[in-house]
């Protein structure tokens, strides 16, 4: 069972510009921290992993749950059952049996409240076809939901922004619509380009001015002021996609991505440099997925995209919209399928370009008072059990997807959604009633499980990823079994596992039992995304797991022309073995944070007041890897070599795993995976000739991946092209062996001919 231990969460804490209810503060130069852990109460103890309102209808809901129990569902026979269905693959849930059937019901009266007054979820979630700004022939439509505002208009370049020439009505509902109409020769009577808002009275009568909360596209001009502008976008010409959406494929090796810092220059990088420069390579390197953060819009470019207030309009830093699509849609064209990171966890404090006190009121978006409110990372809180709130983040997952073609979703502060405490100084011991007491937010959950199981219903073949460290049980198990219905989880607990070894350990103090275990962790039947570090890791405060390994000698010998010092000698050995472990025996998905994969050096920190505004470790460097005198080339050719790999034997999808050593003294860790062997010497300075590692396959072996290689920067000393014939003799537990040299510090995969 996983122990306690705090882990950083991102720069989410950092108030943004153009708020009127605080000044910016500036960003620490530490990340926010939170006493959390990716506790994963262990299946077995096997090394053997297997396979893997007010709203519109809020009376009538109110009727529906004292009437309806949950107990079936004729819309859809798929989620018929009553959310028990996961303690067949987890008996310790059998106390929670009551807890699973009552939150399936929930569940259930949501789809069923959808499906009696909107039409079901299909139409529910593309509210963003009904809402906003929309050419019609008559005119622009706008239609915008603020119950708490007594008087609307929509104001902008159009009309002078006179508060008086475009009035709102309301219906019954809070739905303000005003229809805009054309001009006397028919043309659209809003211009594009033009700069929008619209304006509320509130229940004090105190005028106010908004973007409107639907906004597909919103522009800064820091020349200007911080505070954001509503741009009505309506171009005479729209990209067309050329390439259908992908379906992510069950080996994941995903390309952790912001395309803001997507250049070695000091600036903001953009959608188009992103397109021709950064998709070749990840393409070269044999990933099959990318995953963008930071792409709704954000005021506040050191929060890293996680204080969106504008969640419908991608970053206008990195260019236009369509932009993007071609983006995307250059992705599809090179056979990689494209992630979103989506912050439904929280949203942006500010007022004047945000969804804070949208209509004048505390709790438009949000929960009122302290339960809408983030103390840690100074945001708000979404109130998930409103009809609206559903509507509006449904309907954002949806415009997502059909808008810019988006294959999968990468949900951001999963842990604070489920948790009335948010996972602050909480720390998870994997105990089950640490999941289902009175402090999980059941909304919360609840609208996860409705947002997986449209994305799912939908879209098949859609990936949907948890960013949790709580270890919730059956979060990544099917809706219709009871679960939360996510894809994969991030396995948080590794990179943590990494730093802290490199900080606080010896080498000769590393655990193979340890590793092993960390890497194994892992729920049964529940998959789980592996990696050694992503962007979580780099952030200031903390650095790369180069520089970690390497440190100021990046600085002057990373290049061919310098002497191999031991430090980069051992950290380019430790760097290939800890990601070629990780990949190996972590999860079933692997992910990396860009320019890590060939040892970034430094860390990130964006421009803010702190730093005085420097973008110098804003960027991915990656005029390194293109310069061949310099070593950071062989750790991109191995990064390369084991995605390639993992492309052939897709390992990552296999349903066999079995750890056949762990053996403290020569630091030896070796397992079965993929029909492939792995067998690492993690020893500083102790090499083996003949070692025998036990084989459940009888014949010969040759080695198909060695980071000893001269090409990754290795010595050389294993000979690729030699045969190794097992022996039929139980061995560490198989019917097998065979012997093998091991260099120390060097790792080898063997593949059975």
Sequence with gaps: MAGKKKISSKTKAATSPGNPETSPPPVSSSP?????????????????VAPPAQSRVAAQRRDAESSNDGSSSEADPEISGDGTDVIKSDGYLESHREYFRQRYA??????DDIDANEGGIDKFSQGYKDFGLHVTPEGVRYREWAPGAKEASLVGDFNGWDVSASPMKRNEF????????????????????SHIKVTFVTGSGERVYRLPAWSNYVEQDLAKSPIYEAVFYNPAQRY??????????????????????SSPEPRVATYKEFTQNVLPMIKDLGYNAVQLMAVMEHAYYASFGYQVTSFFAPSSRYGEPDDLREL????????????????????????????NHFDGTDHCYFHEGVLGRHEKWNSRLFNYGQHEVMRFLLSNLRYWIEEYG?????????????????????????????????????DAVVYLMLANYL???????????AEDVSGMPALCRPVREGGVGFDYRLAMSIPDMWIKMIKEQTDEEWSMAHIAHQLTNRRYQERAITYCESHDQALVGDKTLAFWLMDKEMYTHMS???????????????????????????????????????????????????NGSSFHYARRQFNLVRDDLLRYKYLYRFDRAMMQLEQQYQWLSAHDQWVTLKHEGDKVLAFERGNLVWIFNFHPTQSYADYRIGVAWAGSYTVALSTDDAQFLGQGRIDTHVKHFSTAMEWNGRANYIQVYLPARTAIVLRHD
């Design 32 to 48: 926010v921290e939170e006493q959390a852990v990716d506790a994963i109460p262990p299946m077995h103890e096997k090394d053997a």
């Design 106 to 111: 929930h569940f259930k009266r949501w789809v």
């Design 174 to 193: 809070g739905v303000w619509e005003v229809v805009v109409p054309n001009t006397a020769s028919g043309e659209v009577a809003i211009a594009h380009g």
């Design 240 to 261: 067309q996609f050329k390439h259908k959406r992908q379906t992510p494929p069950a080996d994941l090796r995903i390309y952790e991505a912001h395309v803001g810092i």
């Design 328 to 355: 995307v849609d250059t992705a599809h064209s090179l056979g990689l399928s494209v992630f979103l990171d989506v912050v439904h966890s929280h949203a942006c404090n500010n007022v004047e370009d945000g969804l």
């Design 406 to 442: 988006f294959d999968g979703f990468r949900f951001d502060g999963v842990t604070s959604m489920m948790y009335k405490h948010h996972g602050i100084m909480y720390g998870f011991s994997g105990d089950y009633n640490e999941y289902f007491t009175g402090g999980t937010d059941e």
């Design 455 to 465: 994305c799912h219903k939908v879209y098949p073949g859609m990936v949907t990823v």
């Design 560 to 610: 061919d022309c310098a002497p191999l010092t031991p430090v980069i000698e051992r950290g380019v050995a430790l760097h290939k073995m800890i990601r070629l472990v990780t990949c190996g025996l972590g999860g079933e998905g692997y992910l990396t944070f860009e320019g890590n994969e060939f040892g970034h050096p430094e860390w990130l920190d964006f421009p803010r007041e702190g």
